[in-house]
């Protein structure tokens, strides 16, 4: 297989970086994986096709182009509202796909409309290969994340407006998932690492073929080492809380409970705030979430012990890593988040909840902590536990020890030399299985 088109949902950093254009930090594992290619003398041509929105791809010359000898490729696509398909954008793929000509269509996620127009505008499920990074199919099942009914019914000026309440969160991500479903019934190949993506991608097309394959961070996290001598303490680090699947309300319900005995207690939460309310105009913006996690931090008197300090370059993440005393993950669903595997490769204390497939990369009290989904006073002592000095193993406390553990997993984890190797089997054997047909 010698020409291998990739689908991403993001303009990667180093091609942002080279055509001097907004990029986003997400899915940093993607990253990983593109310099790895970009290093190697890949047996492939590699090509790489990407969404923009409109204001974006006005400021682009041409839509095709060429960064570091990588062909790349541009289009539209108004990612504000993912949970409507645009069946024009088969057409804009089906002039890319002509263009390029791959011998396979990798395409990386299911959450966007272009990952079903992709395999519809390649046409050949034998050489399509989808990445699973989250299922939109089972968000949709567990968005309301304990939410209390007057919470999650209520509506605020920014959601009437936007259409956008909690309950039309919900109903997107349905309609997110029916895509997905068909996008993943048009494919015959795919990549996960949980058992939870592959029992779920099994149920959705059970004739598709699996192939597992672990995720490479982005290489800022493979240098530094945590330690509990230079973070600060009783910090926590949660990287998201924007919406109510991250669980940043059982955070806050468990930093209430630990304030009363440690009252240096701070909560940092990276990525974007909805809880700005100094201004009328950040009134007029508040969702229904942010109200309802104000409201928590207000109950407690969290005010002062509440930071949110906005999106992170991965230099900067870093740092806030190294920081924070432990890093949370509340999600009620996850497949395999990239913060947990960055903190791990950091060594930083991580505490995560037994959602999706967070099981697979944290093994209890070896390479983090875990708690049941939802239950505050476990994710409290836990986060307790991480924090208690006293109780010693071999002469070393139990962030001590979680840090070894974690380092040594993650390490072996996202080893991008092996994970790359892997890449280049899957396509082979996608080429293999072809040929024999």
Known sequence: MNRILWICN??????????????????????????KVQKKEAPFTLGVCFPLGGAQIRQLKEKKFSVQGIVCYAFEENLDTPEIYDAGLENVLQKVIADFSPDIVHIFGTEFPHALAAVRAFGKPERTLIGIQGLCSEIAKVYMAGL?????????????????????????????????KKAMLGCGNITGR????????????????????????RREFYTGKWSPETCEKHSILLGQG???????????????????KYPDLKLYVTGNSILGHGTLKEKIKLSAYGKYLLTLIKRYDLEDKVVMTGKRSAQEMKQQFLNSSVFVCASVLENSPNTVGEAQ????????????G???????????????VGNVKELADKIEAVWDDNVREDGLCLSERLCQGERKQAGFVHDGERNYLRLLEIYEAIGEAEAKV
Do not use: C
Request: net charge neutral.
């Open 358 to 372: 967070i099981p697979d990369m944290v093994k209890d009290g070896v390479s983090g902590l875990l708690f049941s």
């Open 10 to 35: 993001i303009m990667l950093p180093a091609i942002g970086q080279e055509i001097n254009l907004p990029y986003s930090n997400r899915e940093g594992w993607l990253s990983g994986i593109f310099e």
């Open 345 to 356: 490769l950091l060594g930083v204390p991580v505490v995560a909840s037994k959602a999706g």
């Open 148 to 180: 209390p009914e007057r919470a999650s019914q209520k509506v605020t000026f920014r959601d009437w407006l936007k259409r956008d309440s909690i309950r039309q969160q919900q109903e997107k991500f349905i309609r997110r998932g029916e895509n997905e």
């Open 194 to 217: 949980t058992a939870f993506d592959k029992e779920g991608s099994a149920k959705i097309n059970p004739y598709a073929r699996y192939y597992f394959m672990n995720e490479t961070m």
């Open 242 to 260: 924007d919406y109510p699947l991250k669980g940043m309300h059982f955070v806050l319900e468990a930093a209430a409970l630990l304030v009363k």
